[in-house]
């Protein structure tokens, strides 16, 4: 009787120990999942930082520039208007174009 509870514990003994070797290694794979999902969204948080950084510094100097742009242009608007007029007058366009024939 002995001999026979020994042969039928035995698969049973096998059969759990494998399932529960299987569902560790679930485990492991589902928290490691976890922990790579984290670290992207972690990743893609910071990067977002950063391009939104450098799109406030990029626009930040655009502004500076476009006002040295406009400040250099009311300085200077007597002279460009003298070229303009003069070229008007003379019958010339201000941009030379290329003849094409």
Known sequence: ???????LGLP???VGA???QEYDRL????????ELQNSREGRNAQMHQEKTAQFAKAT?????EHAIFCEAIK???DLI???LTRSAAT???ASRRRSWS
């Open 1 to 7: 009787m002995l001999y026979g509870t020994v042969i």
């Open 12 to 14: 049973l003994f096998v």
């Open 18 to 20: 494998t399932f529960g």
């Open 27 to 34: 485990m492991k794979d589902a928290k490691r999942r976890l």
């Open 60 to 64: 930040s100097n655009f502004i500076e």
């Open 75 to 77: 300085e200077n608007a």
């Open 81 to 83: 208007w003298a070229s």
């Open 91 to 93: 019958g010339r366009r």
